[in-house]
Each structure stands twice: as C-alpha cells, then as structure tokens.
C-alpha cells in the first residue's frame, strides 16, 4: 500500500522560498506518476507539479519558473522546491500518486489514488 507524508511546509514572507518534502513508502520505483497538489481555503485544488515514470515533469502556469519538483529513488521522496513565493501561494500542499498516467493528466486531471495529509505553506506580503 502506497503511502505518502509531507514536511517541510511553514511560513515565509512574499519572496522567500520553502522546499517540501514527501517521504513514499510501498511502491516499487517507476510504477506511479508522483506530483503535488494544493488547495487554499474555498478554491478548489489544483495541480502544481507532477513527474512521471519517464521522469517528465509538468508545472502549473501559476509556478512555472519559480517550483522544481524532483525525486530521490535512493531516499524514497519526492521534493518541490519553491522560490520567488507569492502570497496567493498560501495553501495546503499534498503529495500525490497515481497509475495509469503521465504528468500531464496528472497535474490537470484532479484524479490520484494516494494523497498525503498535507503540509501547510503561508506567504505573507
């Protein structure tokens, strides 16, 4: 069973930059598409950036140049290393996994099978 946990969020002014962790457990290498998701407070979630088997990488418009999503097989994690924060950033952050896709129904099909309990990130002005 996959599972998913994510650290690293917390609260940063506009600007700054945060890099999140997912630890992965229960899947082999190469059998899940991997990304992040976030919703804030009365929107509704959205991809931000996923990874496939192939290691294609697909970003939102909204944090395209700004978020890097990589993964480490050797450490079991996925990362989103964000820059240039904004405040309409602010939102919680999950990890999430799913099969049967690429990164790009990934980051716009608002579909996945495993979602972790998220980590907060908050950009102040």
């Known amino acids: 069973q996959v599972q998913l946990a994510e650290s690293g969020g917390g609260s940063v002014q506009s600007g700054g930059s945060l890099r999140l962790s997912c630890a992965t457990s229960?899947?082999?290498?190469?059998?899940?598409?991997l990304g992040w998701y976030r919703q804030a407070p009365g929107n509704e979630h959205e991809g931000v950036a996923t990874?496939?088997?192939?290691?294609?990488?697909r970003y939102a418009e909204s944090v395209e140049g700004r978020f890097t999503i990589s993964q480490d097989n050797a450490k079991n994690a996925l990362y989103l290393q964000m820059n240039n924060l904004k405040p309409e950033d602010t939102a919680m952050y999950y990890c999430?996994?799913?099969?049967?896709?690429?990164?790009?129904?990934?980051?716009?099909?608002?579909?996945?099978?495993?979602r972790g309990q998220g980590t907060q990130v908050t950009v102040s002005s």
């Open positions: 999430v996994a799913d099969q049967g896709c690429t990164a790009w129904t990934l980051l716009m099909g608002g579909q996945y099978r495993v």
């Open positions: 229960g899947y082999t290498s190469g059998t899940y598409c």
């Open positions: 990874l496939d088997y192939d290691g294609a990488t």
